[in-house]
């Protein structure tokens, strides 16, 4: 793993990682627009999506069931999706955004998802790292 790449800050390795699987590092999403927001980053460099191994996508298969049931544990989002947009990192990386039908208190915040299509877009203050951690302890705990 390249740590000198910028995808390993720009989502804070060292704070947001919730679980390391071979291939794949998946972290709670630093810019936290939806509640349970991750991403899953491939450990290697590559760039685009057509580079990414049979084996890499084979766990990305386990990673995606894991991820899922946790965040249905954890904060029981009425659906979840999986985006690998890559406009501005030019890295391989899934974003996995739940999305809620309902408000949704925890770590002393009101969660509502504003049902805008495109779930990276909306607009929230920017979340404390003590509020990010707890989000990520309770995905860890279920994964």
């Keep these: 793993m390249n740590l000198s790449n910028p995808i390993w800050e720009k989502f804070d390795l060292k704070n947001?990682?919730?679980?390391?699987?071979?291939?794949?590092n998946l972290l709670i999403r630093k810019n936290h627009v939806k509640l349970g927001s991750c991403?899953?980053?491939?450990?290697r460099d590559a760039y685009p999506l057509s580079e990414v191994m049979p084996?890499?996508?084979a766990e990305y298969a386990i990673l995606s069931k894991e991820v899922e049931n946790s965040l249905r544990k954890s904060f029981d989002?009425?659906?979840?999706?999986?985006?690998?947009?890559?406009?501005?990192?030019?890295?391989i990386h899934f974003h996995i955004?739940?999305?809620?039908?309902?408000?949704?208190s925890f770590a002393g915040m009101d969660w509502d998802d504003d049902g805008i299509a495109d779930p990276l877009i909306q607009k929230r203050a920017v979340v404390h790292q003590d509020v990010?951690?707890?989000?990520r302890n309770t995905i860890k705990e279920n994964v």
Excluded: C, G
């Design 77 to 91: 989002p009425h659906t979840i999706h999986h985006m690998a947009l890559m406009f501005t990192d030019k890295h």
């Design 55 to 57: 084996e890499e996508m």
């Design 97 to 104: 955004i739940p999305r809620h039908n309902k408000s949704i």
């Design 39 to 43: 991403v899953a980053i491939l450990k």
């Design 16 to 24: 947001n990682l919730i679980k390391e699987y071979q291939y794949w």
């Design 132 to 135: 990010l951690n707890q989000v």
